[in-house]
């Protein structure tokens, strides 16, 4: 079969705008999908008049269709042809064929000496030509023209350390002269190691923030758990509270009754009493009335013995309380709710800063000074560790240079060679505390560190700032940072008084010079895994003090 020029149009069909499916060719020369001109047609049956959608010819009667045998072979010929340009072709995003005319092909290789892109077509000569044999093929590229120098158009294959950057032979001759150059590749070799090394602390990041996520997805879960059995504890030790309270609200109400029944009974008992006496009074009057009128001498005197003697009987003494009431009670049980409430009050005052102190996020990192004392600590320096040629003073808070040989005892926890001394107490948490210092010739080192420094020797296991254990600021006219015998010079201007700023869950250690703003000299960012303590490195003519917050 001849070759077929692929143009997708040629063999649409004119009503669905596809590929040709059974094609079937109308009396007028027009070609459709059977099912297209069919359907097209069935609307036309009543109206028994048939037209070409395409020029309007009709038709009666109906013609009939048969399927294009030929014209279908070609269709699936050209679908095929269409499908294969379709995948060469460039789609948009791929790189494509500098030698390609007319529609981009989609290029597989790029060449580093060419600095061109080829199609699977284009590249053969790069397989088969000898001359093709030195050149770098690698996948596809659009950056090809940044490998370009600018200036002197060609291939920048030199890395110029210098100026760190990427120049070609004829830069090593004019503005890149003198400098420090290395070819790309074995650049490229050497920060291939770096790489590994950004790669390594990449992923050892990564590892500790998905170490961190499940460390907050864990505290979380631990959050809502404890609320909840929190709350649920609350709820309950309230519920015994109240009903605590409301037994004995009972108690006091049960023994307000008793007593008020109790005296009711005596009072009863005593209005009987007094009526009786009262009635019994009454008819002894009477008597005596009657006796006063009698006229028989005989008969008064007999009555008046026995009436006399009944009346000169003594009365019972009785005493009743006018104001009786249950004020004292009321007065007793009013201070015991004020007692309660000031003594709930006093408590929930201790409550709440322990709800408070359940935080999964620390709070931010101070900013002012007085930020920074809310978490001061104050610190005192060790006996037991200081050298002997520094000398304590006021409470063991200021060590000097003496100069001198102290005689301390022997303790293995001083420091035998280097005039060093350490705190007495370990910093955990978060902790701040100032120091003020005066020289006349040598430095000072600030400290903070490991327990378990080393103390003995001369060697840098056991001087601050030279080892794993310590870290530490260097104060003379300029400072420094040491840590593990590496050296990190700071720009920042000399203090006599130093703030110094630790927070060890978080890793953070901070030197701060200390005046009427706190001016930050020195940040660490690391992982502590011991307690800390505050120490010193004192030299000839140096005195250093803990200072007091003002």
Not at 126 to 144: I, M, N, R, T
Request: net charge neutral; with cysteine.
């Amino acid at each position: 079969m001849a070759s077929i020029s692929v143009d997708q149009d040629q063999f649409s069909c004119p009503v669905c705008l596809d590929l040709l499916k059974d094609p079937v060719t109308t009396p007028c020369g027009h070609s459709y999908c059977m099912v297209c001109i069919n359907g097209c047609w069935d609307q036309e049956d009543q109206r028994g008049v048939y037209s070409c959608p395409q020029c309007r010819e009709t038709f009666t009667p109906r013609p009939v269709l048969r399927r294009n045998n030929m014209l279908a072979e070609v269709v699936e010929e050209a679908k095929k042809k269409l499908q294969a340009v379709s995948y060469c072709y460039a789609e948009p995003g791929d790189v494509e064929c500098d030698f390609c005319t007319g529609r981009k092909c989609k290029a597989i290789k790029s060449c580093l000496v060419c600095l061109a892109s080829y199609c699977e077509a284009h590249l053969k000569p790069h397989y088969q030509s000898p001359a093709f044999k030195k050149h770098k093929l690698v996948e596809a590229s659009k950056q090809l023209q940044e490998k370009i120098c600018p200036q002197h158009d060609e291939v920048m294959k030199i890395y110029c350390r210098t100026d760190h950057s990427l120049i070609c032979y004829l830069c090593t001759m004019h503005e890149h002269k003198g400098h420090n150059t290395v070819a790309a590749v074995a650049e490229r070799s050497e920060k291939q190691n770096e790489l590994k090394e950004v790669q390594r602390k990449s992923k050892q990041r990564l590892q500790e923030k998905e170490k961190k996520l499940q460390e907050v997805k864990q505290a979380v879960k631990t959050l809502k758990s404890s609320a909840q059995a929190a709350v649920e504890d609350s709820e309950r030790i309230f519920t015994e509270l109240i009903r605590s309270i409301e037994k004995k609200r009972s108690e006091v109400t049960e023994l307000i009754r008793a007593q008020e029944e109790a005296e009711l009974s005596r009072g009863e008992e005593l209005l009987e009493q007094l009526e009786q006496e009262i009635a019994d009074l009454k008819r002894r009057e009477t008597e005596l009335e009657q006796l006063s009128h009698t006229k028989d001498h005989i008969q008064f005197l007999q009555s008046f013995q026995s009436l006399c003697v009944s009346s000169a009987s003594e009365d019972s003494s009785i005493t009743v309380h006018q104001h009786l009431s249950f004020d004292g009670v009321r007065k007793s049980l009013s201070d015991l709710k004020e007692r309660l409430e000031e003594f709930c009050k006093q408590e929930f005052r201790k409550i709440s800063p322990q709800v408070s102190a359940v935080q999964m996020i620390l709070p931010s990192e101070p900013k002012t000074r007085q930020d920074f004392l809310q978490y001061f600590c104050r610190l005192t320096l060790d006996p037991n560790t200081v050298n002997q040629f520094l000398s304590l003073s006021e409470e063991n808070r200021v060590v000097t240079f003496s100069g001198k040989d102290q005689r301390y005892s022997d303790h293995p926890e001083r420091f035998d060679y280097w005039q060093q001394v350490l705190s007495k107490e370990s910093v955990s948490g978060r902790c701040y505390w100032e120091v003020e210092w005066s020289s006349t010739r040598y430095v000072l080192y600030i400290s903070v560190s490991y327990k378990g420094v080393s103390r003995k020797g001369r060697g840098n296991e056991s001087r601050f700032g030279h080892n794993s254990q310590s870290w530490s600021l260097q104060c003379s006219s300029s400072l420094s940072f040491y840590h593990n015998n590496i050296q990190t010079k700071i720009s920042a201007s000399s203090s006599s008084r130093i703030g110094v700023y630790v927070d060890h869950s978080a890793g953070t250690l901070s030197f701060y010079s200390v005046s009427d703003t706190m001016t930050l000299l020195h940040t660490v960012h690391t992982t502590f895994t011991q307690p800390l303590c505050a120490g010193f490195c004192v030299g000839r003519g140096t005195t250093v003090k803990f200072c007091d917050p003002k």
